[in-house]
């Protein structure tokens, strides 16, 4: 969304699209999460849960972390057996930057760097906000904000599934445009579903959303970037 053909990083429409989202997260606080939260309530089904399992933000980190493990021995050993490059399996430059080169444009690696951005950005917001989980309006009725606590019933904004979800899927969506479609079309039903369950509110499904695509069009400029 804000990263142009030549992976430069569309700053004008970031900075518009921060605002516009920053004024729907204030107006979300204050008028619209708790009705759109009550109204997803009675959707909640076993599906969600399912859902969340299975893109549960640790899945996301271990399947792309494999992933590039694999990726990075596989174009090690290439260049291990690569005549014209002389180099020996405890040459140091030949397991760290000649490796990476190749590394970098592997779809895996990109995927992988976008999750470790946006959760990296996701823990911060998460303990210097400190947004109470519906969990408390549903049994007590409490809403409200108390910052600075890694305590988990005070982590809900934003939402780390949402924000994971998205800067993976939005980052393959990106590699692979033919299938834009889908990969967005399930990251929109993953954040639907933390509603859903009671996991979070809507705003904070909103800014995780907004990390996660951040996150991979930012990390696809800077990798693409980098020479």
């Avoid at 606590?149 to 998205?166: C, I, K, R, V």
Wanted: aromatic share 16%; net charge positive.
């Amino acid at each position: 969304m804000f990263i142009s053909k030549q992976n430069n990083i569309k700053w004008t429409w970031l900075v518009v699209a921060t605002v516009i989202v920053l004024a729907a997260i204030l107006m979300g606080v204050f008028m619209y999460d708790i009705p759109l939260y009550v109204w997803a309530q009675q959707y909640d089904c076993r599906v969600w849960h399912w859902f969340a399992r299975i893109f549960d933000g640790k899945v996301w980190v271990i399947v792309f972390g494999l992933a590039t493990i694999v990726m990075y021995l596989k174009k090690t050993y290439e260049l291990r057996n690569d005549p014209t490059t002389h180099m020996h399996w405890f040459d140091i430059k030949f397991l760290t930057k000649d490796a990476y080169i190749k590394l970098k444009n592997s779809n895996a690696f990109l995927v992988l760097c976008s999750l470790v951005a946006s959760g990296v950005v996701v823990e911060i917001l998460k303990f210097v906000i400190g947004r109470a989980r519906p969990v408390f309006f549903d049994t007590f009725g409490i809403v409200g904000f108390f910052p600075f606590t890694n305590e988990w019933a005070f982590n809900s904004m934003p939402s780390g599934h949402t924000a994971l979800s998205f800067a993976g899927l939005v980052m393959l969506g990106m590699l692979m445009p033919r299938f834009k479609w889908l990969t967005w079309t399930l990251a929109i039903i993953i954040a639907v579903s933390r509603i859903a369950i009671g996991a979070h509110w809507p705003t904070d499904v909103l800014l995780g959303a907004f990390i996660g695509m951040v996150s991979a069009d930012v990390v696809l400029a800077i990798i693409r970037k980098i020479k």
